[in-house]
């Protein structure tokens, strides 16, 4: 995989750059799925092709068959654990590569730690995207823009941070509601662009030019994100018949972290900040599991809410947040739940800790985004406080999560067809 150049590729020594027997079918985004409560009026149901139901009122459309045993060559195959020296942890068969992904960061230079923040969030901006799904929201390195995809029309839209659109650029040869996700390049700080992975290919797309170059030598999958850790990235790849997937950890110098075959569905992953502790969140058991990396032993398994799909870290390592219908903060020295809020009138989508652990953010299918403000011992952390509420229109769902480095400035995107841009 490469960084583009103006119109050239330099390369990365192949980012991804794996084989990989693929089979089975995938499934997309966590599914909103409406909690029975006295008060509620909403139905979710899956939305037909030809229906004009609204987006706060719907479920994903039904798992789409891909085809069985695809294999992804790659051109340039960097050295990979046997089956041998895979251990099973859990549910997980887990091989560790040559560069394991408590390493040192790519680049070495550690960023300079948050300021603690306990202003209250004020919205700086509205931008009408006027499509709908968009189920992640991001910056761009230098944090003066954000990018957001449509997983209905296929569109990724580029916007400056005043609102302004910069680019509007087409997925070529999308089908509505396909699986497709987005990673910036964190690293390409002078150029930005987004590796976005489809069940077709892995590609590398230019933000200023539109063109997209297909990674030969990367896996497709149903899902990408960065690992938290400076040049690591993960490509997953979620499976229904059976209920199993994949994870794969390598860093931008084509180097593997981690491999991890999964005999459950994993449906979210959070790595820790030093890159010794992953937690895997499991479909149907509806389980967390936290792996000891570095010893590839389980440390803890505890049950997650209802309908859970969501899971994070705190930077100091002692929290663990999990979000379903309510959210939940488990210690992960003992695996006591320390604190619930089971306030919520629909399913949590994603949760967030910021860098230096002052805030937990926490997104939601009832219209509202929720920030927690957090005390600097987190052990110590016995009931969650009230949180501030950052609405969206309505009962939107609201999906995305996209903080800035020093977790001040905040992106939000939402069924209401919009983005959200908050600061503090």
Not at 91 to 99: E, N, P, Q, T
Not at 128 to 149: C, N
Not at 160 to 166: E, R
Request: overall charge negative.
């Amino acid at each position: 995989m490469g960084i583009r150049s103006g119109t050239q590729l330099f390369p990365l020594a192949g980012l991804f750059t794996l084989t990989l027997a693929l089979s089975s079918c995938s499934i997309g985004p966590r599914t909103p799925i409406s909690v029975p409560s006295p008060d509620s009026t909403e139905a979710k149901t899956p939305p037909s092709k030809d229906s004009s139901a609204k987006e706060d009122d719907f479920r994903l459309p039904e798992a789409q068959w891909v085809r069985e045993d695809r294999e992804i060559a790659a051109e340039v195959e960097p050295a990979q654990p046997s089956e041998e020296q895979a251990t099973r942890v859990g549910h997980a068969l887990v091989s560790i590569g040559a560069r394991p992904p408590w390493e040192t960061e790519i680049p070495a230079s550690a960023p300079a730690k948050a300021k603690v923040n306990k202003k209250p969030w004020r919205l700086q901006k509205t931008i009408w995207v006027g499509e709908g799904y968009l189920y992640q929201a991001a910056f761009t390195p230098d944090e003066k823009s954000v990018l957001t995809l449509s997983t209905q029309s296929g569109e990724l839209f580029h916007y400056a941070t005043s609102g302004k659109l910069l680019n509007k650029i087409p997925l070529n040869d999308f089908e509505e509601f396909e699986d497709v996700e987005f990673a910036v390049l964190r690293e390409a700080t002078d150029h930005p662009q987004v590796v976005i992975t489809r069940e077709s290919a892995t590609s590398i797309l230019d933000l200023q030019s539109g063109n997209s170059d297909p990674l030969s030598s990367s896996p497709s999958g149903t899902g990408v994100q960065h690992s938290g850790r400076q040049g690591l990235y993960g490509i997953s790849d979620r499976h229904t018949e059976p209920q199993s997937g994949s994870l794969i950890l390598q860093w931008v110098t084509g180097e593997l972290a981690a491999i991890f075959k999964c005999d459950e569905r994993p449906d979210d992953w959070a790595l820790s900040a030093d890159g010794k502790t992953i937690a895997l969140q499991y479909y149907p058991s509806n389980k967390t599991q936290v792996i000891d990396l570095l010893h590839r032993r389980l440390l803890l398994e505890v049950a997650s809410p209802r309908w859970g799909g969501s899971v994070a870290l705190s930077p100091d390592g002692a929290l663990m947040a999990l979000g379903g219908e309510s959210l939940r903060l488990v210690s992960l020295a003992n695996g006591k739940v320390l604190a619930e809020d089971t306030s919520y009138k629909n399913n949590i989508n994603d949760v967030r800790f910021t860098a230096n652990g002052d805030t937990l953010l926490v997104s939601a299918y009832d219209g509202k985004a929720r920030s927690y403000s957090l005390p600097a011992d987190l052990s110590s952390l016995t009931q969650l406080p009230s949180p501030q509420l950052l609405s969206h229109s309505g009962s939107a769902n609201v999906y995305a999560l996209g903080l800035s480095k020093d977790g001040n400035s905040l992106v939000t995107s939402s069924g209401d067809k919009t983005l959200k841009i908050w600061v503090r």
